[in-house]
C-alpha cells in the first residue's frame, strides 16, 4: 500500500502565505512525477502544479509567478510554496504521485487533502 499524507493547509489573508507538504510511504519502487490540485466547491478538480522525476515544472495559468513546487527525492516528498494568495485560490488541495509500486506496477495515489482558505 501507499500513503500520501498532506500537511500545511489553513487559513491565511489575502496577500499571505503558506507551504503545503506531502509525504508518499509504503510500497514505493520509483516515483515518477507528483502534484498538486485543487477543488473548489461546486467546481471540478483542477491541476495547479506538477512536477516529473526530470524535474520538468508545470503550473496552471492562475498560479504561475505565486506558486512554486518542489520535491525531495530522498524523502518522498513534494512541497507547494504558495505566495501572494487570494480569495480564488480557496480550495481543498489534494496531492498525487504517479509511482510504480514494483518494477511493473504503474499507478495513481492521491492524498486526503487539505483545506486552504484565503481570507480576511
Known amino acids: 500500500q501507499v500513503h500520501l499524507v498532506e500537511s500545511g493547509g489553513g487559513l491565511v489573508q489575502p496577500g499571505g502565505s503558506l507551504r503545503l507538504s506531502c509525504a508518499a510511504s509504503g510500497s514505493i519502487f520509483r516515483i515518477n512525477a507528483m502534484g498538486w490540485y485543487r477543488q473548489a466547491p461546486g467546481k471540478q478538480r483542477e491541476l495547479v502544479a506538477h512536477?516529473?522525476?526530470?524535474?520538468?515544472?508545470m503550473y496552471a495559468d492562475s498560479v504561475k509567478g505565486r506558486f512554486t513546487i518542489s520535491r525531495d527525492n530522498a524523502e518522498n516528498t513534494v512541497y507547494l510554496q504558495m505566495n501572494s494568495l487570494k480569495s480564488e485560490d480557496t480550495a481543498v488541495y489534494y496531492c498525487?504521485?504517479?509511482?510504480?509500486?514494483?518494477?511493473?506496477?504503474?499507478?495513481?495515489?492521491w492524498g486526503q487533502g487539505t483545506q486552504v482558505t484565503v481570507s480576511s
Open positions: 512536477i516529473a522525476s526530470s524535474s520538468t515544472l
Open positions: 498525487n504521485a504517479n509511482l510504480f509500486s514494483d518494477r511493473i506496477t504503474l499507478g495513481d495515489y
